[in-house]
């Protein structure tokens, strides 16, 4: 199955991929772990410390050099990732693959308490941007021989549950942008799958559930072959559907 997949050394060799969120957990994994497979790695996060860390692994690991763009997805808007896009598009030609990994849980709280600006900051940073990036840089996409398009969900994004609020709901979205995608270009050189990466020793996790032991978590190690499979060619005739990391 795909949560043990093997990938070749040079899998992503010649492959420009952009993650957002690259600074820290999952985001930061899976930018080392594309590089390490030969990808040029387009790290893109809001906390630009955290971000000049991942890049100076990867350097001095000895992969291709990353490029790193902050942004607060926040604050950004269509004109951000509109030049944004352009950039990409003079200095690589093409994008192979986009991770959508930057996400945003707020507080958990019962339904009735959940507070409007709360509400907006997490759908805009887990859904409005996202689809103000994609939209964006499908055309850079569209010049790669393949291109991959990755969201990520999470298991309260297909089942909802009680005091996850708006982040469930984002996720939902989440995955309706994929599906919406996915069967609009199906058949392209343009595939869009999700990924969830189930539970997974993070920063974000343990905010969730603070009195959970973060050892009895597979680490964002552990969940890269989906990651990688979901980048790799091998997974060209896949659209439109949301693979389990774990
Ligand atoms: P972390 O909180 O550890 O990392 C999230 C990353 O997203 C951070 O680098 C953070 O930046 C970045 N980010 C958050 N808000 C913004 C923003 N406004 N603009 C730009 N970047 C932003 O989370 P995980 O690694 O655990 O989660 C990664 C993804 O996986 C998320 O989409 C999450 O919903 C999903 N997921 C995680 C699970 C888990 O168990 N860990 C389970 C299911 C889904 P900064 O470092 O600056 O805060």
């Not at 949560?3 to 600074?23: M, N, Q, R, S, W």
């Not at 790695?41 to 790193?68: H, M, N």
Request: with cysteine.
């Amino acid at each position: 199955t795909v949560h043990e997949y093997k990938a070749a050394p040079d899998l992503l060799k010649d492959k420009v991929i952009l993650v957002t969120g690259a600074g820290d957990g999952i985001g930061k994994e899976a930018s080392i772990t594309f590089a390490k497979h030969g990808a040029t790695v387009i790290l893109l996060g809001r906390t630009v410390e955290k971000l000049e860390a991942v890049y100076d692994s990867i350097v001095e690991a000895g992969y291709p050099q990353p490029a790193i763009i902050p942004l607060d997805l926040k604050g950004a808007t269509p004109s951000h990732y509109r030049d944004m896009a352009a950039t990409i598009q003079e200095q690589f030609g093409q994008l192979d693959g986009v991770l959508h990994n930057a996400g945003l849980l707020g507080i958990l709280s019962p339904f009735t308490h959940i507070e409007k600006d709360s509400w907006d900051d997490i759908m805009q940073v887990n859904v409005t941007g996202q689809f103000a990036m994609t939209q964006a840089l499908i055309p850079v996409m569209e010049k790669a021989p393949n291109a991959s398009l990755v969201f990520t969900s999470s298991g309260v994004g297909r089942k909802g549950r009680a005091y996850w609020g708006a982040y469930s709901i984002s996720k939902f979205a989440t995955e309706g942008m994929a599906e919406v995608i996915a069967d609009e270009y199906e058949g392209t050189k343009l595939r869009t799958n999700v990924i969830n990466p189930g539970a997974t020793r993070t920063s974000m996790r343990s905010k969730a559930y603070p009195a959970e032991d973060p050892k009895s978590l597979k680490t964002p190690t552990e969940i890269m072959p989906t990651y990688l499979y979901l980048m790799g060619d091998d997974s060209k005739h896949d659209n439109g559907i949301c693979f389990d990391a774990q």
